[in-house]
């Protein structure tokens, strides 16, 4: 009897992207994330808005007590609602004289507030609310990817807790490193970076760094050093860097193919500076809006093994995949 030998068959490891993704239609952003991501966003406009809305108030209440214009000037403390008004904004002040201050103010008066007879007072808060809402236009055009890096950030955060790795992270403000508390619930606005220890191996993530070695800002940056040991040389290094990762937090389709071309080109360029070095880091993308082309592209991109990890920032379980990874690298 003659025995036939088969050939066994290795099945190739999976790579880090399949444990969450099938194909390019799981990157594809939903209508349903499309429109929870708008309904986020004018949330937090309106939560923004708050604080200038109630100093609008404290503006008409203290206005109220002048009989014209000119009695305005005599009011005390409301100098700088009187300068807001005039359409000047909090950094434009620190450039300007006195003198040109009071000019400011005066033309308000003469040019706006007095042709408004009696709505006067009215004329006021309407002009400073005017002024206030261009700065929080202004503050609003980046908070998709403020946003963003919040909920990346308690996504790792969460990541290292049920995995029982300790970790600190980096004040934005203050530029220090703190112990991670129990109750971490608000300090993701606050997180500039953090660090932990992966099997004996010092692991420290940056968010917005500018990297010497690509000459431009990289949204997310993860060292295998401590932070104690980045300094100005070690921002230089190519080999201290483990992976870099652009972070697209914007959720308007109108946007999305604009936003991948920037990572893209981005994400080339560092691929681009640190071969020259002679190193190849892992590269991601995480996206909010991203549409059935460029989702293509991506899956490509990874299949291909040009990008090694991507997610979509909507999906919570790509989310904490894309977290696990970057975690245990």
């Given at each position: 009897?003659?025995?036939?030998?088969?050939?066994?068959?290795?099945?190739?490891?999976?790579?880090?992207?399949?444990?969450?993704?099938?194909?390019?239609?799981?990157?594809?952003?939903?209508?349903?994330?499309?429109?929870?991501?708008?309904?986020?966003?004018?949330?937090?406009?309106?939560?923004?808005?708050?604080?200038?809305?109630?100093?609008?108030?404290?503006?008409?209440?203290?206005?109220?007590?002048?009989?014209?214009?000119?009695?305005?000037?005599?009011?005390?403390?409301?100098?700088?609602?009187?300068?807001?008004?005039?359409?000047?904004?909090?950094?434009?002040?620190?450039?300007?004289?006195?003198?040109?201050?009071?000019?400011?103010?005066?033309?308000?008066?003469?040019?706006?507030?007095?042709?408004?007879?009696?709505?006067?007072?009215?004329?006021?808060?309407?002009?400073?609310?005017?002024?206030?809402?261009?700065?929080?236009?202004?503050?609003?055009?980046n908070i998709g990817g403020i946003l963003a890096q919040q909920k990346l950030t308690r996504t790792l955060i969460a990541t290292l807790k049920i995995a029982g790795v300790r970790c600190q992270w980096l004040h934005l403000k203050t530029r220090k490193w703190l112990e991670m508390a129990d109750d971490e619930a608000d300090i993701d606005s606050a997180v500039r970076g953090l660090t932990w220890q992966n099997q004996n191996r010092s692991r420290t993530l940056l968010f917005n760094l500018l990297v010497p070695v690509v000459k431009s800002n990289v949204d997310m940056c993860l060292f295998n050093i401590t932070p104690q040991e980045l300094s100005g040389a070690q921002y230089r290094a190519a080999e201290t860097y483990l992976a870099l990762g652009e972070l697209k937090g914007g959720i308007d389709p109108a946007g999305a193919d604009e936003h991948w071309k920037t990572a893209r080109t981005a994400l080339d360029r560092i691929r681009e500076a640190f071969s020259k070095a002679g190193y190849s880091p892992y590269t991601f993308f995480i996206g909010a809006a991203i549409e059935k082309k460029m989702a293509t592209e991506i899956w490509n991109q990874l299949e291909d093994g040009i990008l090694s990890n991507a997610a979509n920032l909507n999906e919570s379980d790509q989310l904490a995949s894309i977290s696990r990874w970057l975690c245990t690298l």
């Open positions: 009897m003659r025995l036939r030998l088969e050939k066994s068959v290795t099945e190739p490891p999976r790579r880090p992207y399949q444990n969450h993704l099938q194909s390019s239609d799981d990157l594809v952003t939903t209508y349903e994330a499309t429109r929870a991501g708008f309904v986020a966003l004018a949330l937090e406009k309106n939560r923004r808005a708050t604080p200038h809305i109630e100093q609008a108030r404290a503006l008409q209440s203290a206005a109220s007590g002048a009989r014209t214009p000119a009695d305005l000037l005599n009011i005390e403390g409301i100098e700088a609602g009187l300068l807001t008004a005039a359409g000047l904004s909090d950094k434009s002040l620190a450039y300007l004289q006195p003198q040109d201050k009071q000019e400011a103010i005066d033309g308000l008066i003469k040019n706006f507030l007095e042709p408004a007879g009696a709505k006067f007072a009215e004329e006021l808060v309407f002009r400073f609310l005017l002024t206030r809402g261009d700065t929080l236009g202004g503050s609003m055009r």
